[in-house]
């Protein structure tokens, strides 16, 4: 059972374990927002095991999610990527008001399991890009993010490199990080251990050390077209390749993989971080979802299942709209920001089992696919160890600086395969 808020041992923890970004956004929080890294420890700690990390494209489903870990005494995140959350996203949650979200549940619920704020898939796809970035990170943190996934992926192996090193000063180091290689589109343009080697190494040689890398390894985000899904196998040979490097797996789609592959990607690979989306917005929703968190249509249209999710008026609302722009499945998704004051709006009975759904199918995640419960208490005593909001990095630095320069860089990524697949937008 996770700790009350109200002890003297959380109290400690709140004064050491929250980053100095936090303490200065929220001074009189009993809310436990740490770096994304305890979260990585605390799964490494617990073994064969892997966390949430829910996107929250509307408020519901953040509260949902907290309610689940508190259930299930589980270290989680939350996040946003930058197509639903950013500048230009569809999403009303973003970056810069995610925090202080989560930290207001926290507070109302008396909720006290350790969470991590992550910016995910922070897109970097070209020097304008990179430029815009140097000034929009710092801002990200200064608005209470604790951990970001820097996913320069959609270039080159070499850019993508460069890009990381060269975005890394704008991060603080106590932040939990994340690098991708290879755009996540499902069978096409598949990693090898050679592009996470590469992208790993370098890092190293930098003196930067990522807590996760994601990798293109057989699943897509949104919608699954294809029950396919991960390649647990080609997942645990890279992650093998890397080990050296003290790089933990976040799993990238995992919506679309039914709960018998997810729980072998907790077994046979050092996958810590899972990022589940579209499932959380159908389950809000009350769409009705397979197995799989894949939405089940009916001559390609989303099917609300009665009395589940939000009203039947605003739900027909939704679909008029989609009608008219002629929607696909997939691109309901969109309607998250115009719609997120009417689903505030619904009378509370509404909101409640909206929130409910999410933190049954969460908490079920959680303790019977996932296992994590207990990582909440492993994330207390890391930080207890660790006497403060930064436990430091999981491997010291291997290469050689003088082997990865620009030019080098430039150099060995011609050795690498340079077929990524069909050029498209592959944004989450």
Not at 150 to 159: G, K, R
Not at 262 to 282: D, F, G, H, S, Y
Request: proline share 4%.
């Amino acid at each position: 059972m996770a700790w009350s808020n109200q002890s003297k041992e959380f109290q400690e923890l709140l004064a050491i374990g929250r980053p100095p970004n936090i303490s200065r956004l929220f001074p009189n929080s009993k809310g436990l927002i740490v770096s994304g890294k305890f979260i990585d420890r605390a799964l490494i700690a617990k073994g064969k095991a892997m966390t949430i990390a829910a996107n929250g494209r509307n408020h519901l489903v953040i509260r949902g999610v907290l309610r689940a870990a508190q259930r299930a005494d589980a270290a989680v995140i939350i996040e946003i990527a930058k197509s639903e959350g950013g500048a230009s996203g569809y999403c009303a949650v973003n970056y810069w008001n995610m925090a202080r979200q989560v930290d207001a549940v926290l507070n109302e619920l008396e909720i006290a399991v350790p969470v991590a704020v992550h910016a995910d898939h922070y897109a970097i796809k070209g020097e304008k890009d990179l430029i815009k970035a140097k000034v929009e990170v710092p801002t990200m943190f200064e608005a209470g993010i604790t951990s970001i996934a820097i996913d320069a992926s959609h270039l080159p192996d070499d850019q993508n490199l460069l890009s990381n090193i060269a975005i890394n000063a704008s991060i603080p180091k106590w932040a939990g990080l994340e690098t991708e290689v290879g755009e996540i589109k499902g069978d096409i343009g598949l990693s090898s251990a050679a592009d996470a080697l590469f992208q790993i190494q370098g890092l190293n040689a930098h003196n930067i050390f990522p807590d996760w890398i994601a990798l293109n390894n057989g699943t897509t985000h949104g919608i699954q077209a294809a029950s396919t899904g991960i390649h647990v196998d080609l997942t645990a040979e890279i992650h093998k390749a890397i080990a050296p490097y003290g790089v933990s797996g976040a799993q990238h789609g995992t919506s679309g993989n039914n709960s018998d592959r997810l729980r072998e990607i907790a077994a046979k690979t050092r996958t810590t971080k899972a990022n589940v989306a579209t499932a959380l917005q159908m389950v809000s929703w009350g769409i009705e979802i397979d197995d799989y968190g894949n939405a089940l249509l009916k001559d390609n249209n989303l099917v609300k299942v009665p009395g589940k999710g939000m009203s039947e008026e605003l739900w027909a609302e939704i679909q008029a709209v989609g009608k008219e722009k002629n929607f696909k499945a997939g691109d309901y998704k969109s309607l998250n920001l115009p719609f997120e004051s009417k689903i505030l709006s619904q009378p509370v009975e509404i909101r409640e089992r909206m929130i409910k759904a999410v933190e049954d199918f969460v908490y079920n995640l959680l303790s019977e696919v996932f296992n994590a419960t207990g990582t909440a208490h492993l994330v207390y005593e890391a930080i207890f160890k660790a006497k403060g909001y930064d436990p430091g990095v999981k491997a010291e630095r291997i290469e050689d600086p003088l082997n990865w320069s620009k030019e080098k860089i430039v150099e060995k990524a011609k050795s690498l395969n340079p077929d990524k697949g069909p050029k498209g937008n592959y944004d989450d």
